[in-house]
């Protein structure tokens, strides 16, 4: 049975993905601070007390799953906060900055010992992250803290090449989760089978690129 391990579990595209990879038949570990009635549901495997800005605890949750092996990591984790220009906050801006961007990278190194080979990790992140796409500014910490995880994922790519691991940087579209009051123009069910399909086509030529999850190629 193919194993997936996934950050930020408990509800919108994180829940979404562990019910469609439940749903497939895997081995899922739903990462979060807390579960949900509707992660409990889909039998997966729950480990609960994830705060993902406490980066020192990730060695120590791996070390936990030691006896794990894992196909697919997806780093899903993440926060939101409407900062504009005349009312920046360094403190909200450095938290997302942590949580966005630090966090996922210190959690795909220290689960790098427990990926099968040929495995596969993904970072959930956004176009709000490109700078090319950017035409209407605002947003200023989480837009630098993804593209700050653009840049580490990268980097990351780059360095597990060798171990035969593909890596995805994904944009999952604007789904209807509470990070955005439920306004998207598609669900989080659409997104994760989206984002799933994008997952299994990773390869190791099209390692560490950037994409839509509707299958677009995204600029930098």
């Known amino acids: 049975m193919p194993s997936v391990v996934i950050t930020g579990a408990n509800r919108g595209i994180g829940l979404a993905l562990a019910q469609y990879y439940s749903a497939q038949n895997w081995h899922v570990v739903a990462l979060c601070r807390t579960s949900s009635a509707e992660l409990a549901a889909t039998g997966a495997q729950v480990i609960t007390g994830l705060e993902v800005k406490n980066t020192h605890s990730f060695t120590q949750l791996a070390q936990e799953l030691k006896h794990s092996s894992v196909d697919v990591l997806i780093n899903n984790a993440g926060i939101l ?78 360095d597990v090449k060798s171990r035969n691991i593909a890596v995805g940087i994904l944009h999952p579209g604007y789904v209807q989760t509470a990070m955005v009051n439920f306004g998207g123009d598609i669900s989080a ?8 399909q994008r997952i299994n086509e990773l390869n190791m030529s099209n390692t560490g690129s950037f994409w839509h999850s509707n299958g677009e190629l995204l600029p930098w």
């Open 189 to 196: 069910e659409v997104c994760a089978g989206r984002l799933a």
């Open 81 to 158: 906060r409407p900062e504009h220009l005349g009312a920046l906050d360094s403190a909200s801006m450095t938290e997302q900055f942590i949580v966005n961007a630090l966090a996922p990278i210190k959690i795909a190194e220290a689960f790098l010992p427990l990926l099968n080979p040929g495995a596969k990790v993904a970072f959930i992140t956004s176009r709000m992250g490109s700078i090319a796409d950017n035409t209407s500014g605002g947003y200023y910490g989480y837009r630098m803290s993804k593209a700050a995880l653009n840049a580490g994922a990268k980097s990351f790519c780059e």
